[in-house]
């Protein structure tokens, strides 16, 4: 099974999108950032995490898949996925461990435990794994499929319902606090914080990734490759529909409602706008010129993972290229340009090198 050169592409895209979110967060001055250009900045950056959690549960179906059709047992498969999270899971312990060292003494010791989006992309994984197991038992390959994509959509609703709760009246409150910041967010502040990366939402956004991959590899999607991905793009347009009413609706279920932060109904809008992006890429990809000669998205996206791991210290660390909260926005933006050319090469550099190895 080769790689899906519009995944690639849309995982290329988060990678743009977390550039420009990082940069003009870490460098732009106070007074740049009342600027209508940052306001943008922020709504783009809103997208790259739920890209990135979402397509390692679509690389998750595709993996599963391409196991499944070698004749491997349900628990190598698992056993497989699980360690890779593991994998994933360990390079963000790594990656904090070395944003603290780079950062003494001006970092606080209680961010080698904070949540980060490394983190909560490899226990998705492990949990993904264990879920594929679960399901993955008997040989008929389009039940196990069927069965897989209702036990990824079942999981992400029910971690979209107990959200609200986790972060309120069911919060784990007997936990230290370095554990319950990987149910909530609460870190050191008392407070589930919104800008960490907790299991309640964000493992969800894994889970609809990977029924969204099943789908694609039924049976239908394969004959009708086009139509598959817009029946993916209408319910992307449904469900955004569906979340608005839900919002309006006089009928509330939980006793503290938080739209922006632990909704589910926020959550819905989010995977119906994740839903017409991969729809969106698929169609440039396919009919525009997405994949036309060189497609620098499209590199980005093979090794996302790198460029996520590297960019950070020149944008926000010690190695930053530019005054951190100095600059205005034509400097920020000319930076901005400066990490997404580095980071290309960079891209290049790797894959170049993986294929000689190879």
């Known amino acids: 099974?080769?790689?899906?050169?519009?995944?690639?592409?849309?995982?290329?895209?988060?990678?743009?999108?977390?550039?420009?979110?990082?940069?003009?967060?870490?460098?732009?001055?106070?007074?740049?950032?009342?600027?209508?250009?940052?306001?943008?900045?922020?709504?783009?950056?809103?997208?790259?995490?739920?890209?990135?959690?979402?397509?390692?549960?679509?690389?998750?179906?595709?993996?599963?898949?391409?196991?499944?059709?070698?004749?491997?047992?349900?628990?190598?498969?698992?056993?497989?996925?699980?360690?890779?999270?593991?994998?994933?899971?360990?390079?963000?312990?790594?990656?904090?461990?070395?944003?603290?060292?780079?950062?003494i003494p001006f970092v606080p010791w209680t961010d080698l435990a904070r949540v980060d989006v490394l983190n909560i992309l490899g226990i998705s994984m492990i949990l993904l794994g264990v879920v594929c197991w679960a399901v993955g038992w008997g040989t008929a390959v389009g039940v196990m499929r069927a069965r897989s994509l209702a036990a990824g959509v079942f999981v992400a609703a029910v971690v979209a319902m107990l959200t609200p709760m986790m972060w309120t009246t069911w919060r784990p409150r007997f936990l230290p606090w370095a554990m319950e910041s990987y149910v909530n967010g609460v870190h050191v502040f008392g407070v589930p914080q919104p800008w960490l990366f907790p299991m309640f939402p964000w493992v969800a956004f894994a889970f609809v990734g990977l029924a969204a991959g099943f789908w694609l590899l039924a049976d239908f999607s394969r004959r009708f490759e086009g139509w598959g991905v817009a029946v993916l793009g209408?319910?992307?347009?449904?469900?955004?529909?569906?979340?608005?009413?839900?919002?309006?609706?006089?009928?509330?279920?939980?006793?503290?409602?938080?739209?922006?932060?632990?909704?589910?109904?926020?959550?819905?809008?989010?995977?119906?706008?994740?839903?017409m992006v991969l729809f969106g890429a698929y169609a440039w990809c396919r009919w525009g010129p997405g994949m036309v000669g060189f497609s620098p998205l499209a590199q980005l996206g093979k090794t996302s993972l790198l460029v996520y791991w590297v960019h950070i210290e020149f944008v926000y660390g010690r190695f930053s290229i530019l005054p951190k909260r100095k600059c205005g926005v034509g400097l920020a933006t000319a930076?901005?340009?400066?990490?997404?050319?580095?980071m290309l090469g960079l891209s290049v550099a790797r894959t170049r090198w993986k294929s000689k190895r190879a």
């Open 234 to 275: 209408a319910a992307g347009v449904a469900v955004c529909w569906i979340s608005v009413l839900l919002d309006e609706s006089p009928v509330k279920l939980y006793a503290v409602y938080d739209y922006w932060h632990t909704s589910p109904n926020f959550f819905l809008m989010r995977c119906g706008i994740l839903l």
């Open 1 to 103: 099974m080769k790689r899906i050169d519009y995944i690639d592409w849309m995982r290329g895209l988060a990678c743009v999108l977390m550039f420009q979110t990082h940069c003009y967060d870490s460098w732009l001055s106070a007074d740049a950032k009342q600027s209508a250009l940052y306001g943008w900045s922020r709504l783009g950056g809103t997208l790259p995490a739920p890209l990135f959690i979402f397509l390692a549960g679509v690389s998750v179906a595709l993996v599963t898949e391409k196991l499944r059709g070698k004749g491997v047992e349900r628990g190598a498969i698992a056993k497989q996925v699980m360690l890779r999270g593991a994998e994933v899971f360990g390079l963000g312990i790594l990656f904090r461990l070395q944003e603290y060292i780079l950062g």
């Open 335 to 342: 930076g901005l340009v400066v990490i997404f050319v580095a």
